[in-house]
């Protein structure tokens, strides 16, 4: 039975909850999260992992059990939650380690990495972006007109994002066995982002996504100075993220490994958890233990 141990840290005012397993002396993982959910989404991959690896899952500010301080008292931006995480890293003593990024965990992954880049020692992508080429145009269409001119004009379609329905069209969508995802999955996060206030954090968030993609070029370049081991394993039937952003890695990292799972979506772990697993576990154990 491995051991998770859901913890708590005061990081620069906040309180920060994560999740974390494995021996401490071992290579460390740092799982990192997408929108519109929390580390829960590790809740099972975690302990595939743990005896082998040190792992690290935080939820990000506004997420899950850490805080939600206001969006006039907080600013909402992916360089803020970088913030945050590299001083929980600092304060945890931890000084090199993998990444795994999905969705929101990618930009801010990325940050971490130009910040710090001999920090990185492995980078996992599970429909997380990089490139431009994996924004599928018909979801993402209006959050850049949202970021573009926020208001009342274009608020009400990026709102409907924190709708259940929405959160729960993340998690089925494209899946070619739903009988698999558990419910509790859209009901819980839709409870948590339906937090006073935290449609405001949201909202925050969703305008500051279009800082993302200017950071391209810079990541490219640190992808092909680097070679950093990469493994991108992949839902092929996500809309919001394609499975053509998994394959545009190897045009900057030549040796990438690019693992395309049919019949999976958004939040590939809920569906096909071994196969992904398999994949990430393999990768690690090659990369980080040889």
Request: proline share 8%; net charge negative.
């Amino acid at each position: 039975m491995v051991e998770v141990r859901h913890q708590y840290a005061t990081v620069r005012g906040h309180r920060i909850f994560y999740r974390e397993a494995g021996p401490r002396d071992a290579p460390t993982l740092l799982l990192l999260h997408g929108f519109p959910t929390s580390s829960r989404m590790f809740r099972r991959l975690i302990p595939q992992l743990a005896d082998r690896f040190h792992v690290i899952a935080p939820d990000h500010l506004g997420f899950g059990h850490s805080d939600t301080p206001p969006a006039d008292t907080f600013t909402y931006t992916f360089d803020a939650l970088a913030d945050l995480t590299e001083a929980l890293l600092t304060d945890l003593g931890v000084t090199r380690y993998a990444i795994y990024v999905q969705d929101y965990g990618a930009p801010i992954g990325w940050r971490l990495a130009l910040r710090t880049p001999a920090a990185v020692t492995a980078v996992i992508s599970q429909n997380g972006n990089a490139y431009d080429d994996g924004f599928v145009p018909q979801f993402w269409a209006p959050v850049w007109a949202y970021a573009r001119n926020p208001g009342q004009d274009t608020e009400p379609a990026v709102r409907e994002a924190l709708s259940l329905d929405a959160i729960r069209w993340q998690y089925l969508h494209g899946v070619d066995r739903p009988e698999l995802v558990d419910p509790d999955t859209w009901t819980f996060d839709h409870r948590d982002i339906s937090r006073p206030g935290n449609d405001l954090a949201q909202l925050a968030l969703f305008r500051d996504y279009a800082t993302n993609p200017p950071l391209y070029p810079r990541l490219h370049e640190y992808f092909r100075s680097s070679q950093v081991p990469l493994l991108a394993v992949w839902g092929t039937e996500d809309l919001i993220f394609g499975p053509d952003g998994a394959r545009a890695f190897t045009r900057d990292l030549p040796t990438a490994e690019i693992r395309l799972v049919p019949g999976g979506g958004h939040f590939l772990l809920e569906s096909h958890l071994d196969t992904a697993a398999g994949h990430i576990r393999d990768f690690l154990t090659r990369t980080l233990l040889t």
